[in-house]
């Protein structure tokens, strides 16, 4: 009889089935970790270092520093008796900063959103007007905001001695056609923050107009055969997919916002006076107020699903 060889049947390969929101979970580590490790080792002792030292009289003797326990003594200070030139001081710059990144946010998105919306139109000369909404990052320098700034800078000077500084007062004007004080303030303030606006939305524009040009064709072309209008597609096909990219561009606008701001400035000046233990209080205080504007933007972006795919589940 001839012996019969069986052919063992190869070991069927089982892969483990992993959810989407698992594999992002996951991916997100992988991205992440470079930064981890790098905080680990250089930046977190430091970091511990410094809220210990807030706490603390901080003065420099040779060879190191002098401490001195003072309990909550140096933020209380910061927030109700530091004062910084005559009509300012740490509160008072802080406060400023908050309100200025609560009124620059939503004005920032919807220029921004609108900007880039109109960018992705087909139309002669677009790089160049893209080039154009950039160029204020690039040239966004204390030398620019010196110039463009208005009174008390150098343009403002010009005008002064051309006597053409008040060329067309809009707050008389608002008041006079019987607007209210209150909206009046608001139309305003929008006004003179044009400048920073303009400067804040160059990286947001180009945000935004990534995220549009990676709408899938074939939608708009369905909706057009279908007879949706501009306006119905923007709100039924663009909106929607660049929604997650709202919380990008809202962390950016509110980190640049306390990046430029005069609160920094006056931490500054306290560290250069050698006052460091207060300097670090101010600086956590600082950071605190950002980290907590963070947490209520994340749990508005969860309550609105504002990271969320348009297509995801």
């Known amino acids: ?68 326990f003072v309990g909550i003594e140096n933020y209380r200070y910061a927030f109700f008796e530091h004062t910084f030139s005559t009509d300012s001081s740490f509160q008072v710059e802080l406060l400023n900063t908050v309100s200025d990144a609560l009124i620059n946010l939503p004005v920032l998105l919807i220029f921004s959103l609108f900007i880039a919306v109109l960018l992705n139109k087909e139309f002669r000369g677009r790089a160049v007007i893209r080039a154009i909404f950039f160029i204020p990052v690039i040239l966004n320098s204390t030398a620019v905001s010196t110039v463009m700034s208005g009174a008390g800078s150098i343009m403002g000077d010009l005008f002064l001695e051309e006597n053409t500084l008040v060329v067309f007062d809009l707050t008389k004007y608002l008041v006079n056609i019987g607007i209210g004080e209150g909206l009046v303030t608001l139309v305003v303030g929008l006004v003179d923050r044009v400048y920073t606006i303009l400067t804040l939305s160059g990286v947001p524009i180009l945000l935004f107009l990534a995220a549009i040009q990676s709408v899938p064709k074939h939608l708009y072309e369905a909706a057009t055969i279908e007879g949706a209008t501009g306006y119905e597609m923007f709100w039924l096909i663009t909106l929607p997919n660049v929604s997650p990219h709202i919380i990008t561009v809202s962390i950016y606008a509110i980190v640049d916002t306390f990046l430029t701001s005069s609160a ?3 931490i500054t000046y306290e560290y250069n006076k050698l006052n460091w233990g207060l300097s670090l209080s101010m600086a956590w205080s600082y950071v605190v107020v950002v980290m907590l504007l963070l947490l209520i933007l994340g749990i508005v972006a969860k309550a609105l699903k504002l990271g969320e795919h348009a297509y995801e589940n």
């Open 1 to 68: 009889m001839e012996n019969t060889k069986t052919v063992k049947q190869p070991k069927e390969v089982k892969h483990i089935k992993v959810k989407y929101s698992t594999q992002k979970k996951i991916w997100g580590v992988i991205f992440l970790a470079p930064w981890i490790i790098g905080f680990t080792m250089l930046f977190a002792y430091p970091f511990i270092q410094s809220i210990i030292y807030s706490f603390f009289d901080v003065t420099p003797i040779q060879g190191g520093v002098n401490l001195t």
């Open 264 to 266: 920094a400035s006056v």
